[in-house]
């Protein structure tokens, strides 16, 4: 059974750059049948895909974050990452990483708080 | 960007009842590439359907998906006390979108 585990900090200062990490077991990142995704979601608000990647390094981003995200898979770890840069207030959220294969399977979430 | 909304904003239906939620698409949605997940407070959203009427794995009979093109429809028959959750559409037809979602209460 496919599981994904994001881990990361917690708290960002503003300005700065968040950086979280997805590591997935019960399966390979190298899986043709899976992109591989982050979704977050703001305090009691709804969900907003960010970004997907493939095991080859393909990547996919939200044009209203494009500018300031980065995706990145690490297929020796069965790993893959997010950077966010020039957080704000607004990018406070449940961050989750998610398998896409015919529909998203969901880590269980971090919540990352940016401070001023 | 395809948008995606869902009607109505809050259901409010009793158990045992059946529920019926919406989803419209601002353009056809590829291939019928439409999934639903149930979100509960504290957790992470889970995959009902996908390919708009494929039930997922694990996921109860009484969840069906149905529609094409621009309009989906999700239905819950005879309504379970653990029904009572948030639902999200999305598609994946062309990069990701999700629509705003619906809240099911207790009436």
């Known amino acids: 059974q496919l599981r994904l585990q994001e881990s990361g900090p917690g708290l960002v200062k503003a300005s700065e750059t968040l950086s979280l990490t997805c590591t997935v077991s019960g399966g390979s990142i190298s899986s043709s049948n899976y992109y591989w995704g982050w979704i977050r979601q703001p305090p009691g608000k709804g969900l907003e895909w960010i970004a997907s990647v493939y095991y080859t390094g393909s990547t996919y981003y939200n044009a209203s974050l494009k500018s300031r995200v980065a995706i990145s898979v690490d297929t020796a770890k069965n790993q893959f990452s997010l950077k966010l840069n020039s957080v704000g207030a607004a990018d406070t959220a449940v961050y989750y990483c998610?398998?896409?294969?015919?529909?998203?399977?969901w880590g269980q979430g971090t919540l990352v708080i940016v401070s001023s | 960007e395809i948008v995606l909304t869902q009607s109505p904003g809050t259901l409010s239906l009793s158990p045992g009842e059946r529920a019926t939620l919406s989803c419209r698409a601002s353009?056809?949605?590829?291939?019928?590439?439409l999934a639903w997940y149930q979100q509960k407070p504290g957790q992470a959203p889970t995959l009902l359907i996908h390919g708009a009427s494929s039930r997922a794995t694990g996921i109860p009979d009484r969840f069906s998906g149905s529609g094409s093109g621009t309009d989906f429809t999700l239905t819950i028959t005879r309504l379970e006390p653990e029904d009572f959750a948030v639902y999200y559409c999305?598609?994946?037809?062309?990069?990701?979108?999700f629509g705003q979602g619906t809240k099911l209460e207790i009436k």
């Open positions: 998610a398998g896409d294969s015919s529909g998203f399977h």
């Open positions: 999305q598609q994946y037809g062309n990069s990701y979108t």
């Open positions: 353009q056809t949605v590829s291939s019928n590439y």
